[in-house]
């Protein structure tokens, strides 16, 4: 089946290199002389679509860290999508897909508190791309169906753009499905939507899908034709797109058709283009090409040094793999820890939350009890005071429980069995304390209200008889 190229779209690649660099440049420049979070945050994001969408860089963990240090600190959601987006996106590249799933999923829910609809679709989308890599077209399906489902307003600025990139996922998946009709459905609504936003770099996708659909449906002089119009854009345009050029695809064509000596031609420009942006991935791509060419035009020798050039390329990319991920799985372990740091710092501030509302309640407890026991008209029944008693019982035993949680479970090494124990015998002795104080508030309401009784007795005596005052 016919290989297509897999490419995560961030925003349009129409800019010109020397445009692309002077953008790059003004930005760094800003971040330089910005120290407010919220425009730090931007101009870092913008920084890193730019750089991505150039295909020139890839962001690197210190990137990701501080776009989700800065949404932590401000605890914005919509901020944390984003921040979540591009760690999927991270990991994604180096080949980590259960950790960019983790992240992709882990800034769904962000998104929908933020009622972020841009996000939302461009998470669904990484997540497709995620399963397209690991060859799980079901659920490939399932998500670029909810992009579609959650994409931005109509009247959205951004909704051409997120539109554009639905159907061009749904095309390449309908042609590695083979289901030549939808992919050619999808690739002309692609061309549609290209009208407007005017993107060379989809006309050049939308070129090479037609190229695929033409190739399955047989017609193979209108599938070369847009073949080559996908390669004229990528020349005159972008010199090789991001992830699989289609000089790469174009080369396979013609292999698979017969076609050497053209194969032989766009390989070696493949091979000639890598080496200019240090690209051995597209390097290996072009070297095994030509070993298989030389080798079915009769030419061992040069086939021979292709192929020791292919392993050599093979090693080379491996290595730098094996590279990215070590450090790959050491930036997970930093992000556990600091998920884990984040967890002990909020258990912190609720532990201190809770005993300030205790405090305040032990506070309110307290005023009662006083304003009780030093009024002279309210009379108070002994299941009054037997009920603020226990309240003010539990509300003892919870504060100190809470007081002394951290030391606990220090020297009880989280042992459940042990803790339970010792806050048994905390509450054991709480409970004749409780007892004691009781019988004392108990014994003073009661004289408060022989008082009040005899003082009121009095002046009903008096009103009834004068002469007796």
């Given amino acids: 089946m016919k290989k297509i190229f897999i490419i995560s779209f961030t925003c349009l690649l129409t800019c010109q290199c020397i445009a692309q660099n002077k953008y790059v440049d003004s930005l760094k420049s800003l971040l330089v002389n910005t120290q407010k979070p919220i425009e730090r945050f931007d101009l870092l994001n913008k920084l890193g679509e730019r750089f991505f969408s150039g295909g020139s860089a890839r962001v690197d963990s210190a990137f990701c860290l501080q776009l989700l240090t800065i949404a932590q600190d401000l605890k914005n959601d ?15 590249w180096n080949s980590n897909f259960t950790k960019a799933l983790e992240y992709f999923l882990k800034g769904v829910p962000m998104a929908e508190k933020a009622k972020d609809k841009r996000r939302l679709s461009s998470l669904y989308l990484d997540i497709s791309i995620v399963f397209n890599s690991i060859k799980n077209p079901a659920d490939e399906f399932k998500y670029i169906t909810l992009a579609a489902l959650n994409l931005p307003d109509k009247n959205s600025p951004i909704f ?71 390669v004229f854009i990528e020349d005159s345009t972008f010199r090789f797109l991001p992830g699989s050029s289609p000089k790469i695809m174009f ?72 590279i990215n991920g070590i450090q790959s799985m050491a930036f997970a372990e930093q992000l556990r820890t600091r998920d884990e740091e984040m967890k002990n710092r909020k258990a912190e501030e609720e532990r201190k939350r809770q005993i300030q509302y205790l405090i305040i309640s032990l506070g309110i407890i307290s005023f009662i009890v006083l304003f009780l026991l030093l009024s002279h008209s309210i009379l108070v029944n002994e299941f009054v005071i037997k009920f603020i008693g226990i309240i003010g019982l539990l509300v003892v035993f919870e504060f100190i429980n809470l007081l002394i949680h951290p030391f606990l479970e ?60």
């Fill in 160 to 230: 051409p753009f997120m539109n554009i990139q639905v159907k061009t996922l749904m095309s390449k998946y309908y042609l590695l499905q083979g289901k030549s009709d939808s992919a050619l459905h999808y690739a002309q609504a692609v061309n549609e939507i290209n009208l407007f936003l005017k993107s060379k770099f989809f006309e050049a996708v939308v070129n090479a899908l037609s190229a695929g659909v033409y190739e399955q449906l047989g017609d193979l002089d209108l599938s070369e034709a847009y073949f080559n119009k996908a």
């Fill in 251 to 322: 080369s396979e064509f013609l292999i698979r058709h017969n076609k050497l000596l053209p194969a032989k031609t766009m390989s070696l420009q493949c091979l000639a283009g890598s080496r200019e942006i240090k690209n051995n991935e597209l390097g290996l791509a072009s070297a095994g090409h030509l070993q298989e060419i030389y080798y079915k035009l009769g030419k061992p020798d040069s086939a021979y040094y292709f192929s020791r050039l292919e392993a050599a390329l093979r090693d080379s990319v491996f290595s730098q793999e094996k």
């Fill in 78 to 92: 919509s901020l944390l999508a984003i921040s979540y987006d591009w760690l999927g996106n991270y990991f994604s």
């Fill in 410 to 469: 220090t020297i009880t090494h989280h042992s459940p069995v042990i803790m339970l124990l010792i806050l048994v015998c905390i509450a054991s002795l709480l409970i004749p304390l409780h007892h004691t104080i009781e019988k004392w508030i108990t014994h003073k309401m009661v004289e408060k209200n022989k008082r009040i009784r005899i003082a009121a007795a009095k002046r009903t005596i008096e009103k009834l008889d004068p002469k007796k005052s």
